[in-house]
């Protein structure tokens, strides 16, 4: 099993919610400005911005724009992402279910040129690696492919809880399939829910996406 590595952020995270398990953080106090931050944690504003993003994901702290980031627990409510590692993968694919066919519908109202080139370009790899016969080459690039379309959708939220979604669906994938067949089969249909984003035709995308879900080709 390979060792995941933490990154500056999460190591930003922990020493940020030590400091505040420890009271060196009082709940409803103020923290430090970023620059402050940098300073004692010796890290980028990017990586402070995503420990903070961490904290407030797992409800410790509480961002006010134009205000300041304020402590409001010391304890850590459970992670999407940490629920989802304890789901059935039926349970996460249910998840996606669920989402596609809004993802899609919003994608083809809000996508913009740079969206389409990105999907586009994970569709022709989709098929590449499909006629190549390469198996997890081929899943990741669909899942990039899905993943470019809740990008295009305008809504965050949306976006973060189908790239979790992915993420353990495509863990599973790499365990359990080695040919490329159900790919080349579908690969007519994905073409289709591209050109339908592409017009604009939000129903249209929202049918198509739930034809992929259920397997229907």
């Known amino acids: ?27 409803g106090e ?26 407030s994901i797992k409800g410790i702290l509480n961002v006010q724009q134009g205000v300041g980031t304020f402590v409001v ?11 989802m590692n304890k ?35 994970y569709l022709n790899l989709r ?15 669909d899942i990039n492919f899905h993943l470019a ?3 295009a959708c305008g809504n965050k939220l949306l976006k973060e809880i189908y790239k979790v979604a992915t993420k353990h669906i495509m863990s599973s994938f790499r365990t359990r399939h080695h040919n490329t067949e ?5 690969q007519k249909i994905h073409t289709e829910l591209y050109l339908s984003i592409a017009d604009k035709n939000s129903e249209k995308a929202a049918v198509i996406a739930q ?3 259920d397997q229907i080709y």
Do not use: H, W
Not at 73 to 83: F, P, T, V
């Open 1 to 27: 099993m390979q060792i995941q590595r933490k990154t500056l952020a999460e190591e930003v995270a922990e020493r940020l919610f030590e400091g505040i398990s420890d009271d060196e953080y009082a709940i």
């Open 30 to 55: 103020k923290l430090p400005i970023e620059p402050e931050l940098m300073k004692i944690y010796g890290v980028g504003r990017s990586s402070i911005r995503e420990a903070i993003k961490i904290l």
């Open 73 to 83: 627990s010391k304890n850590a409510e459970e992670s999407l992402e940490s629920q």
């Open 87 to 121: 789901a059935e993968l039926e349970e996460v694919q249910e998840v996606r279910s669920l989402l596609d066919s809004k993802i899609a519908a919003k994608a083809a109202l809000n996508r913009t040129e740079k969206d389409l080139a990105t999907i586009k370009n």
């Open 127 to 141: 098929n590449q690696f499909a006629e190549e016969n390469k198996a997890s080459e081929c899943y990741e690039a």
């Open 149 to 151: 379309i809740a990008e």
């Open 182 to 186: 159900s790919f080349k089969i579908s």
């Open 211 to 213: 034809k992929i879900v």
